[in-house]
Each structure stands twice: as C-alpha cells, then as structure tokens.
C-alpha cells in the first residue's frame, strides 16, 4: 500500500468474493447463480441474488492471464453447462495422438502411447478463449465481474477471513500517490472464495497465516509455451504428440508437447519441474533448443511466432492439498492442489471443485452460517466426487520421479498396479528449491555474453518472447516483486549459486549488474508475464510476488 495515511476506503458488501476468474472461479460462479436461480424460482427463503456475487480478476480483460497446454477432459464442463458443444469455443477435438522419445537428432515412437498420455474424447482448447466464454455465462446471470482489479490483502476476522482489500492505483515507484491516485476498495463478503491458481499470493499468505498446510509441500513445474501459424499439411488439425527425453536429461522430470489446431496453428511447448540440481539451468534456453528437434523442426519450418507465455503448474497432488476451508472462505483448483500431474490436466477438476465450492456456498448461505465448520462440507465434497478417485490414484505421481526419469518411470508403474500406492504411500517429498547444487566459487559475476541468443527465425532470446506475451505494465508503479533482503543477492546468492534468478525466469526480470564495483540485483518487472517461478524457485525464498496495478501482465490472446 502506498505511503497514504488516513486514506479513506470505500467499503462494497457481497455474499461471496471470488479472487481469479479461471475456470474454478467462474465455475463457482455460474454454478452459484444457478442454484440462486432455482431458490428464487421456488420463492425459498432467505432471499438470495446473483448480483451479490463478485468476481474479482487482475488481468486487463477476462482470459488476460489464462494460460495452459491446453487439452480439456470435458468432463467438468458437461457437468456445468450441459449443452457446452453447441456454443463453446473448442479449437478442435483430439484426432490422434501419440508418444516420443528423444535424442538429439533421432524421435523413436512408443509402441502404445501410455494411458494418461491417450486424449481420445478430449479437446484442443484456447483456455483464453474459453475463459472469455465462461464469463459471457456468468454475467448473462448478473454476476458483477470485475477485471483490472487484484486482491492485494485478505480481511481477517478471528480465524478466518472476512474479503480482502484490492490495490491502490495511481501510487509511483516510490509509494507515493500520483494525481490519478485511487484508494483500493474494502471488499466484505460472507464467503470468499480463493480462486488464484498456482502459488496465489492471498493463497500463499492464508496457508502461512493460519498452517493450512498438506502433507507433503507444494512442488511445481514451469511450463514455456509458444503458438505458431505454420504451413499447411505440416500437422493435422486435433493431433497430439507428447515427448520425453532431449534436450532434459535424465535426472530432469519433464517433457514437451505438440498439438494440431486449426487453421494451421500450432500450440507446442515443454514442462519442467522446479527441483533441477543445477542452479543455472535455464528451463527457457531448454526450450528453444527443444524446437530444434528435427521432428518439431519440421514442423515448425517456414512458420512464425504468434504468442508466447509462460506459467507454472502445481505437481503435488493429493498429499500437497492445504486445508481448503477457513471461516469465510474456501480454496479451489489448481490453488487447491487439484491438477493431476499424471495426465497434466487440471482444467476439469478446476471446474468441477468451483461447482463443489457453489454448493457448499449455497448451503451455507441457505443457513446463514458460513463458519468453517460449515464450509468443511466442501472437501468431504470433494471426498465423495470423481475428483478423489482420479487425484487418489495418482497422489505419488510425481513424488516418485524425484530420483530422476528412469526410476520414476519404474516406481509410476507400481503405481500404477497399486491403485496409486507404489513402493510407500505417503511418499514424502521437500520444497523443489532445496534441490540446488552450491556452486561454491567466486564473488565474480558470470560473463552474460554466453547467454542464449536464438537465431531469430526457429529460436529466439527472452525479451522477443516477452514481446509476443503482449505484456504491459504502468512504468512508474512500486516494483511487485518484492524481494526481502537485496543484500544476499549480491553477496552469497553470487556465491553459492550463481544467481539462479538470472536462469529460472522464462521473461529476463532479473539480471545482475556492477554497481560500483559490486554485484547488484537489477529487477525489470515490466517483463513479467506472472508465471510465479521466482516466488518458487529461488534458494532463499526472499523473493515475494505481489500483484501489481490492475490490468498489468500478459494478454494469452488466443492461447
């Protein structure tokens, strides 16, 4: 917040608060109005109205923010919107797929492509285009949607939460109002619902806050993303490749895809877990270098770069789920730990936990009691739903790859004969940022000059990219990566892992310089296309993602 004493804040009441309209969130909130529908149809009391649901989303336009492979299990959305083939935007149903593997110069196709790998009956989707759909749904029912607006701070009340305060806009880089200055709202409501995808800033605060914690901590994967317009007849439309194996070596968990749409686009891109050993691995330069590939190579040959993005994905699973409800609030999708990491898709489970929260929701406003003991219907929900069978049997999944490739893949098929449980069951696991190497050297910087440049056709450097993520930020607002203490940065981060933020970001935010003869962290936050990599991944966890003035980050246009 700036430095703005006896800021005055207009107070706005609802009935339920849903920060992120994804798919989890505007699920909840057609499911909701829904349910409110019928009620007020069946003249039920207490009264209850549409209009006082808000749904809160930072990007500049609804699907802004929306990024994801993306391949879609329908089965979330039938469930919501019965009719959805007849008027959602689906690129394409999947038409074939297979599976890879990887040399440097060679592919080699599976014999049979895995289970979780077979997408027959799915669909090729922009989750931005969807998204955009949803919320047509969801104000057709008199929701009030709001973008360009982030919660920037939870209301607590007791133990549990009351809304949150949004941001102020029109504050400069050093916390002072400008003349377009605007105080942030104080957004009340009786149930707020906590809709933020991976590593949500109020998420990751309310799980800290109150020791909401699962299990096992939550681990990620950072997923690189282009589109690209290619010549005809280089791939069919609904045809899916998934790969393994180069440019990631063994002791890397992930992978890359390709996948047909129409009008000869193509969506490709590569997954890679955040808890690599070698602290200047550069998942972005990974990448570039995966698309020189002769299989994708070929593909890609005479085409051209649409869009770019970058997002991290939530891997954990079943025993990394935080508790997901609280006085006055709930936590859902991929914030909820809800993504299968086998099949890598989470867009469905997103939907059917937003529809599980309305229902909760519903019931708890029907009895005018939304305490948490309440609310704790929505993970026994959870419990009874489709969505424990899949999550249950996959919930040491991704644990088991922590050695490496070759032994994950043999643990995963044990667990796959085990319902799940493999060689232990719980699997435990550590933070993905206690996995680096120290390097151990000098207080000397590493000659930039070797980074990864791209030959600007097939492979390009960070800031092209960046371009094509269409991000945009106000210049002169407070940096909204807030890192705690700089001084590490220079000294014995440089020594001990060689500046790992430099690597890990997929958007050139961060680059060491000399400043007077020393080491010094330079943040070029108007790059940042808010995939979270940084909150996750650095060493000693001192970098805090905040959200920055509404309506700044990328625009998935079309992703």
């Known amino acids: 917040m700036p430095d703005t004493p006896n800021v005055i804040r207009e107070q706005l009441e609802a009935d339920v608060l849903i920060i992120g309209a994804g798919p989890g969130g505007l699920s909840c909130a057609l499911h909701l109005a829904k349910l409110i529908e019928t009620h007020t149809e069946a003249k039920k009391s207490p009264a209850l109205s549409a209009e006082n649901i808000y749904v809160l989303e930072k990007g500049r336009e609804i699907g802004a923010h929306q ?3 993306a391949i879609m299990d329908p089965r979330g959305l039938r469930e919501l919107v019965p009719d959805f083939e007849k008027t959602a935007p689906l690129d394409t149903p999947v038409t074939g797929d297979a599976a890879y593997y990887f040399t440097e110069s060679s592919s080699y196709k599976l014999p049979i492509t895995p289970p979780p790998l077979q997408n027959h009956g799915n669909y090729v989707v922009s989750l931005n285009k969807l998204v955009k759909w ?4 969801v104000e057709k029912k008199g929701v009030n949607l709001f973008t360009q607006f982030a919660g920037r701070e939870l209301l607590y ?15 400069d880089k050093n916390g002072k109002p400008k003349d377009n200055f605007t105080p942030g709202y104080e957004l009340r409501a009786k149930v707020t619902v906590l809709a933020e995808g991976p590593r949500g800033s109020l998420t990751k605060e309310l ?3 109150l020791k909401l914690d699962g299990l096992n901590p939550q681990v990620y994967g950072l997923g690189i993303k282009e589109l690209w317009d290619v010549q005809p007849g280089k791939i069919a439309a609904g045809y899916v490749a998934h790969t393994l194996g180069w440019p990631l070596s063994s002791d890397l968990y992930g992978g890359g895809w390709v996948y047909g749409l129409q009008n000869n686009r193509v969506s490709l891109g590569m997954v890679v877990a955040l808890e690599y050993h070698d602290p200047l691995f550069d998942p972005h330069e990974a990448f570039q270098r995966y698309k020189t590939h ?3 190579r070929n593909i890609l040959d005479g085409g051209k770069l649409i869009r770019y993005g970058a997002k991290t994905v939530p891997y954990g699973g079943w025993y990394s789920m935080p508790r997901s409800y609280v006085d006055g609030g709930l936590i859902i999708g991929d914030s909820a730990s809800l993504l299968n990491s086998q099949r890598l898709k989470g867009i469905h489970t997103a939907i059917k936990s937003g529809m599980l929260a309305a229902e909760t929701i519903y019931e708890a406003l029907c009895a005018s009691d939304t305490s948490a003991k309440t609310l704790s219907a929505y993970p026994q929900k959870i419990e009874a739903s ?4 899949e999550l249950w049997e996959v919930r040491n999944f991704h644990q088991a790859f922590h050695g490496g490739l070759y032994s994950g893949l043999v643990q995963a098929g044990l667990q796959f004969v085990t319902g799940g449980r493999g060689l232990s069951d719980p699997l435990l696991s550590e933070p993905g940022y206690q996995e680096y190497s120290k390097l151990h050297r000098s207080r000397t910087l590493l000659d930039q000059s070797t980074r990864f440049k791209g030959d600007g056709k097939l492979t390009f450097d960070r800031l092209t990219d960046v371009y094509h993520s269409g991000t945009r930020h106000e210049e002169d607002q407070p940096c909204h990566l807030v890192v705690l203490e ?6 014995r981060c440089v020594r001990e892992y060689g500046n790992p933020c430099q690597y890990f970001c997929p958007a050139a935010v961060y680059e060491m310089v000399t400043e007077k ?3 010094k962290l330079k943040i070029n936050a108007s790059n940042c296309v808010h995939c979270k990599t940084c909150d996750i991944a650095d060493p000693y966890q001192i970098i805090n993602w905040v959200p920055p003035e509404g309506g700044g980050g990328p625009n998935y246009e079309g992703m």
Do not use: Q, R
Not at 134 to 137: K, S
Not at 386 to 389: D, G, P, S, T, V
Not at 486 to 491: A, K, L, S, T, W
């Open 294 to 296: 002769p299989f994708v």
């Open 134 to 137: 949803l919320g047509g749904l």
């Open 207 to 209: 799980v800290s806050k």
């Open 157 to 171: 009340d007791k133990n549990g939460i009351a809304g949150v305060l949004t941001e102020d806009k029109g504050v």
């Open 386 to 389: 489709w969505i424990k069978k």
């Open 486 to 491: 700089p001084n590490i940065c220079g000294d």
């Open 67 to 69: 990024l994801s492979g």
């Open 517 to 519: 003869g020393e080491p």
